[in-house]
């Protein structure tokens, strides 16, 4: 995955408490319609475009949803991030209650599954709602690092007047969204949030890491599960003659025999005991084994392709499905490969890696990183993509789910195709006009 350096509030050797004024008055003009005197950071300029769709009140926003105790155990217990919740504390509530900060751990809808820190910012905390089973995602407070950093899917520190509702406007905060590592779906994230005289470009750097080391955490625990499923896979490989391999429920390999190792295959949404066609692969058979599938392909590498490809960027996570007459395969994107995709589909004609470059970075000098990208993607997408120019086969039908409005097309994007693909359509116009794609 690969984003620009990460996005701090404070612009470096600017005064903060002036930084602040100015920022209360590009508020008030904003709110008030009169042209501003500087320009918003874009990943706040954006959610604040969100806010005034939302309906969101700047003075009368209503307290955040709070979740009753019974069902914040049972959300507390499911997530996953509670695995890794000791490492996430050992990180960073001293560090909190030194700073006079509070640390605030949500699940993928913002709500606060744990908080930990600072006496005095606890009791601020709990005079604007944060508290233990709120939801801090936008639609619910408006522009907030953990609402706009779920959105964006990438780290993001608000400050003061940054926040669109003014009784926020006390509070600096910086927060990064913790992903799955075996598919790269959104689990939560984790926030540090104090008084708005705190700020400091380092905060975000600190929840980043802390982030990040959560998720190597849990790609640890799955290795572990392929190891134990290697185990059992191992003595019934070894009676077999022909090509087979043994995978998790997300597809993860933990072992092989007489071929060559494929790193994950996408298995159907819904399988059972029978045959499917998978990417890379071809036909093969799917058998059921504790904790995951014995996999044993049938016939040549690649087989026929799908006949329709589904990327859907509708909402959440944007992922690709693939289906075929054996069934339907659904992949999780990273941004980066949804920025790519998007652009194939629109294109379809086909783009160069000199074109996508200039597409996602803003000039021609990334190609190399591009055909990186797209070399993951077409090893999970197996013969759907071609290559010179980079393009969806011809004979596979592209269909794109696009948000209701353009202001959430890939929200988090920063590539100034995307950009100008969401400015592309008036609001309300339907977006089949970006391309000669299906679309929804």
């Not at 926020?168 to 708005?196: E, K, Q, S, Y």
């Not at 996570?317 to 992949?331: E, K, L, M, N």
């Not at 696009?402 to 977006?431: H, I, K």
Request: proline share 7%.
């Amino acid at each position: 995955m690969s984003f620009p350096p990460l996005d701090t509030a404070l612009p470096a050797g600017v005064d903060a408490r002036e930084h602040a004024r100015l920022l209360r008055k590009v508020h008030e003009a904003s709110l008030s319609g009169r042209p501003a005197p500087v320009r918003l950071r874009a990943v706040i300029e954006d959610s604040w475009q969100r806010m005034r769709r939302f309906g969101i009140d700047p003075d009368d926003a209503p307290p955040p949803r709070v979740t009753r105790l019974d069902e914040l155990h049972t959300y507390r217990s499911s997530s996953p991030i509670a695995e890794v919740l000791p490492l996430i504390r050992r990180s960073l509530v001293s560090v909190a209650d030194e700073a006079d900060h509070i640390m605030l751990v949500t699940d993928a809808a913002g709500q606060i599954l744990w908080r930990d820190g600072s006496h005095r910012m606890r009791s601020a905390g709990d005079r604007v709602g944060l508290v233990e089973g709120a939801f801090w995602n936008e639609g619910s407070t408006g522009t907030n690092a953990i609402g706009t950093a779920l959105v964006v899917g990438r780290p993001v520190q608000v400050y003061s007047a940054e926040h669109f509702v003014r009784q926020l406007h006390t509070l600096t905060c910086a927060c990064a969204p913790i992903h799955d590592p075996r598919d790269g779906r959104l689990l939560g994230a984790v926030d540090v949030t104090g008084p708005v005289s705190t700020v400091h470009p380092s905060t975000l750097a600190l929840v980043h890491a802390v982030a990040q080391l959560a998720e190597a955490h849990l790609q640890s625990i799955h290795h572990t599960h392929l190891e134990r499923l290697r185990a059992v896979a191992a003595p019934l490989l070894a009676g077999l003659g022909g090509r087979a391999m043994v995978v998790d429920e997300a597809g993860w390999t933990a072992a092989v025999v007489n071929m060559e190792p494929v790193r994950r295959v996408l298995l159907p949404t819904l399988r059972d005991t029978g045959t499917a066609w998978l990417p890379a692969l071809g036909e093969c058979s799917l058998e059921p084994l504790p904790g995951g599938w014995l996999v044993r392909p049938l016939h040549a590498e690649g087989g026929d392709t799908p006949s329709t490809v589904t990327l859907d960027l509708s909402g959440g996570s944007p992922t690709v499905s693939v289906a075929g007459p054996s069934g339907q395969w659904s992949h999780r994107l990273t941004p980066r490969h949804a920025e790519l995709l998007l652009l194939l589909a629109v294109h379809r004609q086909g783009r160069t890696g000199v074109q996508l470059s200039q597409d996602v970075f803003g000039d021609g000098g990334h190609v190399v990183t591009v055909r990186a990208e797209l070399s993951r993607v077409r090893r999970h997408l197996g013969g759907i993509i071609e290559s010179r120019p980079y393009r969806f086969v011809e004979d596979v039908r592209v269909r794109v789910d696009y948000p209701e409005s353009r202001v959430d097309l890939l929200p988090g994007s920063v590539a100034p195709e995307v950009r100008r693909l969401r400015n592309t359509v008036q609001e309300g116009a339907p977006m089949v006009a970006l391309g000669d794609v299906a679309a929804t």
